[in-house]
Nanobody, 121 residues
Framework: QVQVVESGGDLVQPGGSLRLSCAAS????????MGWYRQAPGNERELVAQ???????NYADSVKGRFTISRDNAKNTVYLQMNSLKPEDTAVYYC???????????????WGQGTQVTVSS
């Protein structure tokens, strides 16, 4: 009933920029928190950035000042602008949305399938 789909991953050189997008679709009533996580090989999945429905943001220390999360509530879409990319940013990036389906009163967390970001020269 609900799909969450990321896009925008790519191979980029150190110091470069990328913009990830994540769109939720289906029978959506409300979306509260939206966020981005990442997982590098051999590592646990970690929070990168999160944004509330009111626009409050939270970032991992490792990306503060370089990444910016934003959302378009009319499009049910969250973005991650990544600047000054480093090799250690290489990972699969996952979108995470807390969604209430129409006619249901509770929220549930949905994950996208992930998009690969590789930072290498």
């Amino acid at each position: 009933q609900v799909q969450v789909v990321e896009s925008g991953g790519d191979l980029v050189q150190p110091g470069g920029s990328l913009r990830l997008s994540c769109a939720a679709s289906g029978s959506i009533g409300d979306i509260s928190n939206m966020g981005w996580y990442r997982q590098a090989p051999g590592n646990e999945r970690e929070l990168v950035a999160q944004i509330t429905s009111g626009g409050r943001t939270n970032y991992a220390d490792s990306v503060k000042g370089r990444f910016t999360i934003s959302r378009d509530n009319a499009k049910n879409t969250v973005y991650l602008q990544m600047n000054s990319l480093k090799p250690e940013d290489t990972a699969v990036y996952y979108c995470n949305c807390d969604i209430r389906i129409r006619s249901v009163f509770t929220f549930r967390t949905y994950w996208g399938q992930g998009t690969q970001v590789t930072v290498s020269s």
